[in-house]
């Protein structure tokens, strides 16, 4: 009994950790793998974790956008976030949906599925293409991330 309880305390831990801005799955699939889960488990449970918060930023952050950038306090973060993600994306205004694809896909710091969702917002992309875009970039990056844990796993003896 105990160990069900530890297992599922350590799966929502790495879902948590895959929700969570800038780590993502490229963060929680590489802790998953050390803690003993398989690479598919581990995956899955990332890719749960890194989807959590799309539909909720893809309807809040337009409203929140405008809101806040209004005021005093907040107005230049809003616009600082802005001139960020559109600078990280110039490519996908000309592509949009491919574009998105490949900024949630490639899995380099300041990409992935919380930069897309602002870029999606920013380039007025409609929730249900945005939603599936963004899962499939989220999806892709979670295959190039544990292919690339698992070998660097089995190349440097690493666990």
Same mark, same amino acid.
């Given at each position: 009994?105990?160990?069900?309880?530890?297992?599922?305390?350590?799966?929502?831990?790495?879902?948590?950790?895959?929700?969570? !801005?800038?780590?993502?799955?490229?963060?929680?699939?590489?802790?998953?793998?050390?803690?003993?889960?398989? !690479?598919?488990?581990?995956?899955? %449970?990332? $890719?749960?974790?890194?989807?959590?918060? $799309?539909?909720? %930023?893809?309807?809040?952050?337009?409203?929140?956008?405008? @809101?806040?950038? *209004?005021? *005093?306090?907040?107005?230049?973060?809003?616009?600082?976030?802005?001139?960020?993600?559109?600078?990280?994306?110039?490519?996908? *205004? *000309? @592509?949009?949906?491919?574009?998105?694809?490949?900024? $949630?896909?490639?899995? %380099? !710091?300041?990409?992935?599925?919380?930069?897309?969702?602002?870029?999606?917002?920013?380039?007025?992309?409609?929730?249900? @293409?945005?939603?599936?875009?963004?899962?499939?970039?989220?999806?892709?990056?979670?295959?190039?991330? $544990?292919?690339?844990?698992?070998?660097?796993?089995?190349?440097?003896?690493?666990?």
């Amino acid at each position: 009994m105990l160990g069900i309880l530890q297992d599922l305390k350590n799966e929502i831990i790495i879902t948590l950790i895959a929700a969570v !801005p800038v780590i993502e799955l490229r963060g929680a699939i590489p802790i998953a793998i050390s803690m003993g889960f398989s !690479p598919l488990h581990s995956m899955i %449970l990332s $890719v749960i974790g890194n989807m959590l918060p $799309v539909p909720f %930023l893809l309807i809040l952050l337009e409203p929140l956008f405008k @809101y806040f950038g *209004k005021t *005093k306090m907040f107005g230049g973060l809003v616009a600082w976030l802005k001139r960020r993600t559109l600078r990280r994306s110039k490519r996908m *205004k *000309k @592509y949009t949906i491919l574009g998105l694809f490949l900024l $949630v896909a490639i899995p %380099l !710091p300041a990409t992935g599925a919380w930069t897309g969702t602002v870029a999606a917002i920013l380039f007025n992309v409609k929730f249900r @293409y945005a939603f599936l875009t963004i899962l499939a970039g989220v999806i892709t990056a979670g295959i190039i991330v $544990v292919v690339l844990s698992t070998h660097a796993i089995s190349l440097f003896g690493i666990i």
